[in-house]
Nanobody
């Protein structure tokens, strides 16, 4: 499956953005999905995950209460609503499909999209 992330941009601290991740195949609905981010000079880190049905989600402590992951399986699309953005949220955001057993490890994910840049100014 190919994943295309979009929706990034430049926003002031305290602002909001909504990222989207469009999947090329209907098999999207069979897989748990995740959002990751990678800041300049840092390792890629988990932001949020969601099960195939959307019934269960997980968030990194740094975004809990501010970000919401969701999906629309009818549209083969994954979302990340980001509110109360902070300068430390600045990164390239990637969506990926989970194919492994460890939900919090990036090694369990494949089909990484090209990423979308989010920049939060102070």
């Amino acid at each position: 499956v190919q994943l295309q992330a979009s929706g990034g941009g430049l926003v002031q601290a305290g602002g909001s953005l909504r990222l989207s991740c469009a999947a090329s195949e209907a098999t999207f609905s069979n897989f748990d999905m995740g959002w990751f981010r990678q800041a300049a000079g840092k390792e890629r880190e988990l932001v949020a995950t969601i099960t195939w049905s959307g019934g269960s989600t997980h968030y990194a402590d740094s975004v809990k209460g501010r970000f919401t992951i969701s999906r629309d399986n009818a549209k083969n699309t994954l979302y990340l609503q980001m509110n109360s953005l902070k300068p430390e949220d600045t990164a390239v955001y990637y969506c990926a499909r989970r194919v492994g057993s460890t939900y919090y490890s990036k090694r369990s994910y494949d089909s990484w999209g090209q990423g979308t840049q989010v920049t939060v100014s102070s």
